[in-house]
């Protein structure tokens, strides 16, 4: 079975500008979330989706957007980048039902932002 | 507020010393005590879910216990290959959200 994909694996951007991170789910799931890791920090929740509707969302400001497709893959889309947003993005998917087995991760996009 | 604390921050150990990783947390309603491994510049990588107190799950050397407030990760005589971060989250009754500990270092060396 293929695992999460991110892609890019690495980006720069310069501050107020917009960037779009993408993700393939693994396959069999139907659910995905996108956290942000800065150094030395654990993952923090931004949203998720499940079936194509956000289910669930963290303390994240609204430049913090999404999409999931029907075939389960994902966006993460960041407007009016600011230096703080520079950071590991983290795409997990799972099959969603009354027993989470496990998150499964990807290997993530690194964000600079300057 | 659901809350994940890890402990110790780092730990280095000699190659085959035995030790444990602390896992504390509060949270309204448990659906899942999950374990990571990272290494650096990667991804999580899982490692178990645990889903009521007195449960236990193994892997090679490694095992991992829950009770209501908290939960250890053990490792039998380590190698070098186990250095990583290793990472607890809590999962809850009111979404998806992971709520994650700011991870223990671990250290092995030969």
């Known amino acids: 079975e293929t695992g999460v994909t991110q892609s890019p694996t690495h980006l720069i951007k310069t501050r107020g500008q917009q960037v779009t991170l993408r993700c393939s789910s693994q396959s069999g799931h139907n659910t995905v979330s996108w956290y942000q890791q800065a150094l030395g920090q654990g993952p923090q929740f931004i949203f998720q989706y499940y079936r194509e509707e956000e289910n669930g969302r963290g303390n994240f400001p609204p430049r913090f957007s999404g999409l999931q497709f029907p075939n389960y893959s994902s966006e993460l889309n960041v407007n009016a980048l600011e230096l703080d947003d520079s950071a590991l993005y983290l795409c997990?998917?799972?099959?969603?039902?009354?027993?989470?087995?496990?998150?499964?991760f990807g290997s993530g996009t690194r964000l600079t932002v300057v | 507020e659901d809350q994940v604390t890890q402990s110790p921050e780092a730990l280095r150990l000699q190659e085959g010393e035995s030790s444990s990783l602390n896992c504390s947390y509060t949270v309204s309603g448990l659906r899942g005590l999950f374990w990571y491994r990272q290494d650096p510049g990667k991804g999580p990588e899982f490692l178990f879910t645990l889903y009521s107190a007195g449960e236990e799950k193994e892997k090679e050397r490694l095992k991992a216990t829950l009770t209501k407030k908290e939960s250890f990760l053990h490792i039998t005589a380590p190698k070098p290959e186990d250095s990583a971060t290793y990472l607890c989250a809590v999962l809850n009754n009111q979404g998806g959200k992971l709520i994650f500990g700011q991870g223990t270092e671990l250290s092995v060396k030969p």
């Open positions: 997990a998917s799972t099959e969603w039902g009354d027993r989470v087995r496990g998150y499964t």
